[in-house]
């Protein structure tokens, strides 16, 4: 039975269904990507991110979405952080680490009997509405800057907890960045 989840989800373009390394997707909706070949489905819970592949075909993908592949600004992830502050506020969420990235988020969730696909939900929605807010909104409002799906791992003892904090709290470090200190982050045993 999982006691917490390590949640990953991209912004727009982020990640696309026919990504060369690999992708969840089954199907390649958009007629603008299906110029790149079919769904790369893969079937392991294991990042692929550092699999080797063709960066130009990647990179031409993107370039033929309807709008610019979302990157957020060091104001855009300071809002998108409050909005995510209210969205656990609301719910009640234990969020024990939370690394927001240029263009994908990680999140460490505990289990509090939540539907997942509605917190997620909770949480984009709530950083959507504080980017609008604050006029910030990556798309002006065009179109949702979050990629429509999210990965999720289950996370079954304290171990696997402590280890995707670790992961989290590093990954902006790994990245060239900083670590990041939010306020609706709490520490495992609080």
């Given at each position: 039975?999982?006691i917490?989840?390590?949640?990953?989800?991209?912004?727009?373009?982020?990640?696309?269904p026919n990504?060369?390394?690999?992708?969840?997707?089954?199907?390649?909706y958009?007629?603008?990507?299906?110029?790149?070949?079919?769904?790369?489905?893969?079937?392991?819970?294991?990042s692929?991110?550092?699999?080797?592949?063709?960066?130009?075909?990647?990179?031409?993908?993107k370039?033929?979405?309807?709008y610019?592949?979302?990157?957020?600004?060091?104001?855009?992830?300071?809002?998108?952080a409050?909005?995510?502050?209210?969205?656990s506020?609301?719910?009640d969420?234990?969020?024990?680490?939370?690394?927001?990235?240029?263009?994908?988020?990680?999140l460490?969730i505990?289990?509090?009997?939540?539907?997942?696909?509605?917190?997620?939900g909770?949480?984009?929605?709530?950083?959507?509405?504080?980017l609008q807010?604050?006029?910030?909104?990556?798309?002006?409002?065009?179109?949702?800057p979050?990629?429509?799906?999210?990965?999720?791992?289950y996370l079954?003892?304290?171990?696997?907890?402590?280890?995707?904090i670790?992961y989290?709290?590093?990954?902006?470090?790994?990245?060239?960045?900083?670590r990041?200190?939010?306020?609706?982050?709490?520490?495992l045993?609080?």
């Amino acid at each position: 039975m999982a006691i917490a989840y390590h949640v990953v989800f991209g912004c727009y373009g982020f990640w696309l269904p026919n990504d060369p390394r690999g992708s969840w997707s089954k199907h390649v909706y958009s007629r603008q990507l299906q110029a790149f070949g079919e769904a790369t489905t893969v079937h392991t819970s294991d990042s692929v991110a550092h699999v080797p592949h063709d960066h130009a075909k990647r990179l031409a993908a993107k370039s033929a979405l309807m709008y610019p592949a979302v990157r957020l600004s060091m104001r855009q992830v300071e809002a998108t952080a409050r909005g995510f502050a209210q969205a656990s506020s609301e719910a009640d969420t234990r969020v024990y680490a939370c690394a927001i990235m240029p263009d994908h988020v990680h999140l460490v969730i505990g289990e509090r009997g939540q539907d997942m696909d509605n917190l997620v939900g909770r949480f984009k929605s709530r950083a959507t509405k504080q980017l609008q807010a604050e006029e910030i909104h990556p798309l002006n409002g065009k179109h949702t800057p979050w990629a429509r799906s999210y990965w999720k791992v289950y996370l079954d003892d304290d171990e696997d907890v402590r280890e995707a904090i670790e992961y989290v709290v590093n990954n902006p470090v790994r990245d060239g960045g900083a670590r990041q200190h939010w306020s609706f982050v709490i520490s495992l045993g609080g």
